[in-house]
């Protein structure tokens, strides 16, 4: 009877117990919720940290795409300035803002990119083919023979400087020189680029000797050809420091464009990993004035400035340079990255490259 009775029992309360009261729902419902809360925050974190992970992934790529195309710009020079002649006439020079001398060929360019947040890194002489279309419908022979164009160059015999002759060594060269100067330049502060998101970007400036949408053999303003007159070394001047600029370019036909965007600060310390110049080659920049000096950007150039007693400086010949390109990237300001406090996330591993000069000193083309 007693088992029974217990059994009965039992069955009754097992049926009673088919419900949950309201205190454990209650407390079913958070334990749920902190699970589910858990498990979240997991998976945020780990598509915020995809996020992150493909966008340095696609900034290191195009810091690499951009490396890869200065050093083949660079490869094809004629003639590597390290920024270490300057001019002993001060009378036709310009200067920094803390009143620096500017090195050769910065003499020469535009007075807009010599500014506090322009950052010259880099300044070369290349040989820039010019296309069919160009030089198509080109009549050498409608130009005068007896203008001469202005330029102070007795080396040369008489005629070799006539329009005509210029018009036919074009069309016989196919080819013109190109003065190329990589710049850096620092965004933050800059209301005038507030499309670019990065620390600081890489400008490139190219003066040509001619302007293909005119007449081919009328040379920009300013331009002075150093094979006429061997003066790489310290154009736009001759080897008796004469000026031979009528007056400088100006950006409005040659303004520089943008390589890449993202550069790290020129300032940073985030990485001192980059390794010291060769004693053969000069660091550059290299404290080219007090504003102008970059550890995110930066070049080893062979130096060859030798100065004369007459205050000239020439190169010696037959050799070639060498240049080693430091760049340094940081993702900071790209749309979609989480940039965590008190760390150096957005920084990009320092990229390096050595780059063999295929022109050689003092040989014209």
């Known amino acids: 009877m007693f088992e029974f009775i217990l059994r009965v029992y039992l069955s009754s309360y097992s049926k009673f117990r088919k419900a949950f009261t309201l205190p454990e729902l209650l407390l079913g419902v958070f334990i749920a919720l902190l699970l589910l809360g858990s498990l979240l925050s997991v998976l945020i974190n780990l598509l915020i940290q995809e996020r992150n992970e493909q966008i340095l992934t696609e900034t290191q790529n195009n810091m690499e795409r951009a490396m890869r195309f200065m050093a083949e710009d ?14 002993t006439n001060t009378g036709s020079t310009g200067t920094y803002t803390n009143g620096n001398k500017l090195p050769y060929p910065l003499v020469g360019i535009p007075t807009g990119l010599i500014a506090a947040n322009y950052i010259p890194i880099i300044a ?9 279309g160009v030089l198509t419908g080109l009549n050498c022979g409608t130009l005068s023979n007896s203008s001469y164009i202005s330029e102070n160059n007795p080396q040369i015999a008489n ?7 210029e018009c036919n060594a074009l069309l016989y060269r196919r080819k013109m020189m190109s003065l190329v100067v990589y710049f ?34 009328t040379r920009n303003a300013g331009f002075i050809d150093p094979t006429y ?14 000026n031979l600029q009528n007056s400088l370019p100006t950006t409005t036909s040659t303004n520089p464009t943008v390589l890449i965007d993202y550069v790290d600060d020129p300032k940073s310390t985030v990485d001192t990993k980059f ?66 406090t008190g760390t150096n996330n957005s920084v990009l591993a320092p990229l390096s490259t050595k780059v063999n000069i295929r022109g050689v000193i003092n040989e014209n083309y």
């Open 275 to 340: 390794p010291a110049c060769d004693s053969s080659q000069t660091r550059i920049p290299d404290n080219l004035s007090t504003a102008s000096y970059s550890t995110s950007f930066y070049v080893c150039v062979t130096t060859l400035s030798t100065k004369s007693a007459q205050g000239s400086w020439s190169s010696p010949a037959g050799q070639n340079q060498v240049v080693s390109i430091y760049l340094r990237g940081n993702a900071s300001g790209f749309p979609g990255l989480q940039v965590i």
């Open 124 to 132: 070369f002489w290349k040989i820039t083919p010019l296309t069919d």
């Open 229 to 242: 007159s061997s003066n790489y070394a310290n154009w736009p001047e001759n080897n008796s420091q004469t």
């Open 184 to 217: 850096q330049k620092i965004n933050a502060g800059d209301s005038t680029d507030s499309s670019w998101r990065g620390k600081s970007r890489i400008l490139r400036y190219q003066f040509d000797k001619y302007n293909p949408s005119t007449t081919p053999t």
């Open 74 to 87: 660079i490869r094809q020079a004629v003639y590597v300035y390290d920024f270490q002649q300057t001019p």
């Open 159 to 165: 005629g070799a400087l006539s329009y005509q002759g």
